[in-house]
T-cell receptor, first 111, second 113 residues
Framework: SQQGEEDPQALSIQEGENATMNCSYK?????LQWYRQNSGRGLVHLILIRSNEREKHSGRLRVTLDTSKKSSSLLITASRAADTASYFCATDEAAGNKLTFGGGTRVLVKP | NAGVTQTPKFRVLKTGQSMTLLCAQDMNHEYMYWYRQDPGMGLRLIHY???????AKGEVPDGYNVSRLKKQNFLLGLESAAPSQTSVYFC????????????FGPGTRLTVT
């Protein structure tokens, strides 16, 4: 079973627009991480937010975490064609040494 | 630094054949992981290791075995391949202390006919 469920499954936007995707999870976590996967490639870590943090920024990325609702969001501002990829949330559970990945959001940024 | 490398990149097997996928990392990471990714889905954990000589089962371990004889290598074995094991396999590693991000290899695309 997958801990994180992402919404939407797919997203198509114009270059310059913002892209927002959401992740919901079920159990207590140490941290939540977002990864990016370009087609046919391995995953690349984008950002990590700890359970005691509510918001984090990294360049054009903004992540929020609401532990009371067990949800997180990833915002990509001023998107570029190069942002076209699949984005996955992954939860690092309180009891474990491993990540549980969501199903991902496929983002298409049209030039 | 090569990071995480996987061998081979592609492989086609017939049902019942066996093979071993090799993962190597040069970052001196304690933890290593094997995942599978099926089309349009996220990653599912097969097995993982928290140190040399240790292994543990993940979410979907059936039909796979692993070994971690050296800290830098993590091997994934398929003893008798089945069509249901057609997938892309990713290896990852991370430090045993924070930050807890995982570093991924480029993947192995396996087809079982």
């Amino acid at each position: 079973s997958q801990q994180g469920e992402e919404d939407p499954q797919a997203l198509s936007i114009q270059e310059g627009e913002n892209a927002t995707m959401n992740c919901s999870y079920k159990t207590s976590i140490n941290n939540l991480q977002w990864y990016r996967q370009n087609s046919g490639r391995g995953l690349v870590h984008l950002i990590l937010i700890r359970s005691n943090e509510r918001e984090k920024h990294s360049g054009r990325l903004r992540v929020t975490l609401d532990t009371s609702k067990k949800s997180s969001s990833l915002l990509i501002t001023a998107s570029r064609a190069a942002d076209t990829a699949s984005y996955f949330c992954a939860t690092d559970e309180a009891a474990g040494n491993k990540l549980t990945f969501g199903g991902g959001t496929r983002v298409l940024v049209k030039p | 630094n090569a990071g995480v490398t996987q061998t081979p990149k592609f492989r086609v097997l017939k049902t019942g054949q066996s093979m071993t996928l090799l993962c190597a990392q040069d970052m001196n990471h304690e933890y290593m992981y094997w995942y599978r990714q099926d089309p349009g889905m996220g990653l599912r954990l097969i097995h993982y290791s928290v140190g040399e000589g240790t292994t543990a089962k993940g979410e979907v371990p059936d039909g796979y075995n692993v070994s971690r004889l050296k800290k830098q290598n993590f091997l994934l074995g398929l003893e008798s391949a089945a069509p249901s094991q057609t997938s892309v396999y990713f290896c990852a590693s991370r430090r045993n202390r924070g930050p807890y991000e995982q570093y991924f290899g480029p993947g192995t695309r396996l087809t079982v006919t």
